[in-house]
């Protein structure tokens, strides 16, 4: 039993912890969409002989890349990094182990762990990517429309890791004329322009939600166009857009129209009646007319 004990215990290679593997300074961030270099080094050479490289999500314990028997494993990694995990293998005999990892997602927040084992030594370094920075801000796909005098609100909602009270500031544009409709800054909103000045506004309790849509009242006809909500946070901006078409008149204006018609019409109606009843009975109302005086 000893003796199968003791087999068993020299069969497998010993592994010491003897290796000292470094990482970056501190957590890591970066904008959604972008590259970012997960570092790994040693900075003893080493010789790549029985060199293996593992890198793992350390909650998921998830293969994010691995280096073995002197290549990349790709059929061993999980699918969504196959094509998104980039192993420098250039840079292994420089002790060199980075990954970068492309198309940043907001998923890859996270802590990664660069295992490098090496003859009869092993170490290891955790990185952490703290922040995928992202600033997505999205309109109306499909125009509005609206008549005149009708109050019309443009969609604008912002999707953020940065909280929504936290932007310095957001501006609705009206693109086709560049005239500034909306400035928020210092959670308020105000309309730097007088033809906007008192017809627009924001809805103060939702703009926690990221939701900034632009409230417009009694819309005028040259309120027809293309408007613009453009969010600035640190250094990033995104925009999106709203286009106000179709300017109709409402239905209260169409039932004034017909009723101013109907009323001109009903007046001409009585006006022609009497014309023509003076015209051809008209000495019998001039006798009469003069019988009375
Ligand atoms: C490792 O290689 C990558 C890619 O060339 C580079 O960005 C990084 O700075 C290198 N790190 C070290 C410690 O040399
Ligand atoms: C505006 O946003 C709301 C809520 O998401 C949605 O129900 C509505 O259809 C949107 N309007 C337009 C014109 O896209
Ligand atoms: C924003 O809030 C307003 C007012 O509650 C609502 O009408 C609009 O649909 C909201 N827009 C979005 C995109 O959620
Ligand atoms: C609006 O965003 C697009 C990218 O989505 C960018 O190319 C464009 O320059 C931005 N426009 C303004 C006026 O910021």
């Given at each position: 039993m000893e003796l199968l004990l003791f087999m068993f215990l020299t069969v497998i290679p010993v592994i010491s912890d003897g290796l000292t593997v470094l990482g970056p300074s501190g957590p890591l961030v970066a904008p959604l969409g972008s590259s970012v270099v997960l570092p790994c080094s040693v900075d003893e050479r080493l010789s790549v002989e029985g060199l293996e490289v593992e890198w793992r999500?350390?909650?998921?314990?998830?293969?994010v890349h691995l280096y073995q028997e002197g290549e990349s494993q790709t059929e061993s990694q999980q699918q969504d990094y196959q094509d998104r995990a980039h192993f420098f293998t250039d840079q292994i005999q420089h002790g060199n182990f980075s990954l970068r990892l492309d198309?940043?997602?907001?998923?890859?927040?996270g802590q990664y762990k660069c295992k490098v084992y090496i003859q009869q030594e092993s170490g290891e370094t955790v990185v952490q990517i703290k922040d995928v920075e992202r600033l997505r801000v999205s309109g109306s796909s499909r125009s509005i429309s609206a008549s005149v005098g009708e109050d019309v609100t443009l969609n604008c909602s912002v999707d953020s890791h940065?909280?929504?009270?936290?932007?310095?500031e957001v501006t609705w544009m009206k693109t086709d004329e560049n005239i500034q409709v909306l400035l928020y800054q210092d959670n308020e909103g105000h309309s730097p322009n007088e033809r906007y000045r008192d017809r627009v506004e924001l809805f103060p309790a939702e703009i926690h939600k990221g939701n900034f849509s632009l409230r417009l009242k009694s819309?005028?006809?040259?309120?027809k166009g293309v408007y613009m909500c453009q969010v600035f946070a640190g250094d990033l901006s995104a925009n999106a857009t709203v286009v106000l078409e179709r300017l109709g008149f409402s239905a209260l204006h169409v039932m004034m129209l017909i009723l101013c018609i109907s009323a001109s019409g009903s007046a001409l109606l009585l006006f022609c009646l009497i014309y023509c009843r003076f015209n051809t009975k008209g000495t019998n109302t001039t006798g009469k007319y003069s019988d009375l005086l």
């Open positions: 999500r350390t909650e998921s314990e998830t293969l198309d940043l997602r907001a998923e890859d927040e940065i909280p929504p009270g936290d932007f310095e819309v005028r006809t040259d309120d």
